[in-house]
């Protein structure tokens, strides 16, 4: 895949690896060192999703209009000293609840900034027919950092203290944006500069017409709304339901979510070969087809072995959004003129990221009113059914869906 292409893989498992530290450790810093209680917790946890809401689609702006692996550079190295002040003002007994709200709105800042700009430049690294390998190891790394971050989180609290674990995230943040510094990738001649004299407005609204015009990016757009609304949902029914309603402990608990992630693994490593042997439009549906009936177990989950069935439901069910996943992003990638990819990625991002916060409201409305289980089965049929928009349409995604 040539040596950028490797620097810029590197730099995103080391930072997809420190994120899962800190996902640990923030909250685990304000518990712990500060004594925070559940409103400050979710505050804390506000304060670093309000920025997709918040400046996302600007963001998608910005992007199209300078060069990209500047953004990475810069968004990796201010979230690294912004973290660096966390264990530096515990040092000093002078750290605060408004600080660490300060450092998460930063976090969330330069997370919207990343990823938009990250998925943008893939294109400019690798060739677009090679698009499915380099997500494939993107999704890889990002996966195996969901399963190993936040043991190691949980181990790196509990030797050093939370608020100096937050050391490896700032220099894994650090050290990835050194890697990305070399990362060479031809920008300039493969797209204009942005038109001038343009609002801001009218461009985002240009990035959210071309998803709504394109079928197969409208139809995913569907899916991952629906997507993220069922992980709300479900966010609040596992915990209820597995925990509160079971008596599953934490050790098991932690094991039983990590078959997404082992599902996710293996479905990043197979993409390309099944894109190369079936095609992006087949790829895309028989992904979809899988993940719409993969959780059907798992509402069978119970006491005793009936507790199995949960983590092999969704071991299946992470091969197959992986699959899907991949597959899609470089449909994106590939169709999307490169002007336009910035407000694209950032539109889809709004889009999908948007119905989280709904989810969670609506996932707690479930468990007031009829148990944690009716939570934990909304949120799992969530999942499957919204992979529908694209399994009843199959002949529009395998027509539109270029195969590479």
Do not use: C
Request: hydrophobic share 55%.
């Amino acid at each position: 895949m040539g040596s950028d292409f490797l620097r810029f893989a590197w730099a995103n498992g080391i930072t997809q690896m420190g994120t899962q530290i800190t996902v640990v450790a923030l909250p685990l810093a304000a518990a712990l060192a500060l004594d925070a209680g559940a409103f400050e917790l979710g505050l804390l946890s506000a304060a670093q999703m309000a920025a997709f809401l918040l400046v996302g689609l600007p963001a998608g702006v910005w992007v199209d209009r300078v060069r990209r692996r500047p953004i990475l550079v810069w968004s990796d190295a201010v979230r690294g000293v912004a973290l660096l002040t966390v264990p530096v003002a515990a040092w000093l007994d002078v750290l605060t609840m408004p600080h660490l709200y300060a450092v998460a709105l930063i976090l969330g800042l330069g997370a919207v900034f990343f990823d938009i700009a990250h998925m943008s430049l893939l294109p400019a690294v690798v060739a677009k027919d090679r698009l499915e390998r380099g997500n494939g190891v993107l999704e890889v790394t990002r996966s195996t950092s969901v399963l190993v971050g936040p043991g190691a989180g949980g181990w790196l609290t509990g030797v050093l203290t939370a608020p100096v674990a937050l050391l490896a995230d700032a220099v894994s943040y650090l050290l990835s944006a050194l890697l990305l510094a070399g990362v060479r990738a031809e920008e300039d001649a493969a797209r204009p500069r942005a038109a001038q004299g343009r609002g801001w407005r009218a461009e985002v609204a240009e990035g959210i017409r071309f998803v709504a015009g394109e079928p197969v990016l409208r139809r995913v757009a569907v899916t991952g709304a629906t997507v993220m609304a069922g992980n709300g949902v479900l966010s609040v029914g596992l915990v209820l339901y597995l925990v509160e309603e079971l008596g599953v402990g934490a050790a098991r608990y932690g094991l039983l979510l990590s078959g997404a992630a082992v599902g996710a693994v293996v479905g990043a490593a197979v993409t390309a070969r099944v894109t190369a042997r079936f095609g992006t439009g087949r790829a895309l549906y028989g992904s979809a087809a899988v993940a719409a009936v993969a959780l059907l177990p798992a509402l069978a989950t119970g006491p005793g072995w009936r507790l199995l069935l949960y983590p092999v439901s969704v071991s299946l069910f992470g091969v197959a959004s992986s699959v899907f996943g991949i597959t899609q992003v470089s449909h994106r990638q590939r169709v999307t003129p490169a002007p336009l990819l910035g407000r694209v990625n950032a539109s889809m991002r709004f889009l999908m990221w948007g119905a989280m916060p709904l989810g969670g409201l609506l996932g707690g409305a479930l468990a007031e009113w009829l148990g944690g289980y009716a939570a934990f089965a909304a949120g799992l049929a969530l999942l499957g059914l919204a992979h529908l928009a694209v399994v009843a349409a199959p002949r529009v995604v395998m027509r539109t869906a270029t195969t590479p």
